[in-house]
């Protein structure tokens, strides 16, 4: 079944990186805006369990939107080697050209500050992390690469973790 929220320019399908992803139906430019994703804001202490989903998107200092279950969000697949980004009023940006019937890849440590979250990654691609951390503990290229789409309270948070006595971000990659 196709959420309500995916118009006729996507499509969802197997994925060979999770199970099933989204696919867009027409070649995308970058810069180009593909939808946004919606929901609901939930502010939670890093210290919690809050058991939050992959598709959880950071927006600040402990504060996350939770994207509707027909958001298209739901389907966008974590990859090392991205080719959107959540931006400014979280609209889902191509930071690359987008062939017609690809895949729509996020890199989800540009959606996370949590300094305790993690996830194993199956993108399986040649600059694949194989562990994905939050945005302060990927590399400075990667941050000086993202930084330009990403929202500034989502930057200013980022900061604040950074600055904490016990940050052991990557210098390089």
Known sequence: MIPADIDNSF???PSPIHGRGLFSVRARR?????YVVRG??????FDEDYGHGANW????????????????????NHCCEPNVIVSNGFAVV???AIPASSEVLLDYATTEIDPLWRMRCRCDRPHCRKQVRSYPFISEALRARY???????FLDAAKIVMASSGFQGQRSR
């Open 40 to 45: 609901e804001i939930v502010n939670l202490s």
């Open 11 to 13: 499509r969802v399908a």
């Open 94 to 96: 191509a930071i690359e």
């Open 30 to 34: 970058p810069g180009e805006a593909l």
């Open 147 to 153: 930084a330009p789409y990403l929202p500034l309270a």
């Open 57 to 76: 998107i950071g927006t600040g200092w402990e504060t996350w939107l939770v994207p509707e279950r027909r958001n298209p969000m739901t389907f966008t």
